[in-house]
């Protein structure tokens, strides 16, 4: 075994950007949930219960639009590892080679586990389709909210949307984009703990403390 460096590679933008989003999607989703499938959980009007979990689902709604635009301006300014670059490893030959390589390892055609100071090519181009995710959930979202806010900013921004598109259309769009999201995270913890086992190069603890470990 060669020497072991450790590395900081995920700035603390991009970790409390992680978990701001984690604990805004987990918000969303129970409470959106409810609101695609309502029981009544009341014994009185005065509960508001379905006033209250609305209510959290635009602010956890709002905290994840914050979130993510953080983080889309951390792609500019932030270190090597958190530029908008490595979300498009596609666009250079050995991005692609790589993208093949960590597919194959995936798929049990390899042994050679992905092993990238970095996100893994593979990785980083799933995530590129997450935040699209994100921005297809909050605009979907937005224009769902604008029609309950009229003359608000966010009126004047997405109520365009909610005029061009029928709101059951965005409501459905907004409820499928919600299981495309779940079905991603199922996979991403999977696989990180995965790779975690085979390189031992810290993946998982990286995304709390910011340090990798790697082989010289
Ligand atoms: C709602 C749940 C989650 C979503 C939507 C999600 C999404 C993402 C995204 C988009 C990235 C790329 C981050 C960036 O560059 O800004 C990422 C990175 C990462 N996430 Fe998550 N995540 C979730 C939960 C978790 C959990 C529960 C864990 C661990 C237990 C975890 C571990 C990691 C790790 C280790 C990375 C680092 C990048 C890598 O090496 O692949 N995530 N996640
Ligand atoms: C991870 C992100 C999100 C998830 C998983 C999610 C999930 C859901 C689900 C499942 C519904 C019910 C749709 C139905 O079946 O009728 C819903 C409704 C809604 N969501 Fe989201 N949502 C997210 C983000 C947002 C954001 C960013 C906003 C912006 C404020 C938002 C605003 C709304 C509104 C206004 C409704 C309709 C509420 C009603 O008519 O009572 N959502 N959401």
Redesign the pocket.
Known sequence: MGRVVIKYV?EIP?RV??WV??LA??TLCVTGFYIGAPKTLALSPSQYVMGWLRFAHFVAGYALAVSVLA?IYWSFVGNEY?RWRVFFPWFTAAGRRKMLEVFRWYVFLSRQAPNEVG?NAM?ATV?LL??LLYLFLIVTGFALYVQYAPHSLMHFLFGWLALLVPSQWLRLAHHLAMWF?IG??IN??YS?WLVDIRVKGG??S??FSGYKSMEE
């Open positions: 995920w991009v950007t992680h989003n984690v999607i987990v983080r958190a996100l990785a995530y997450v935040f999201l991603f995270v991403h913890v990180g993946v998982m990286g995304i």
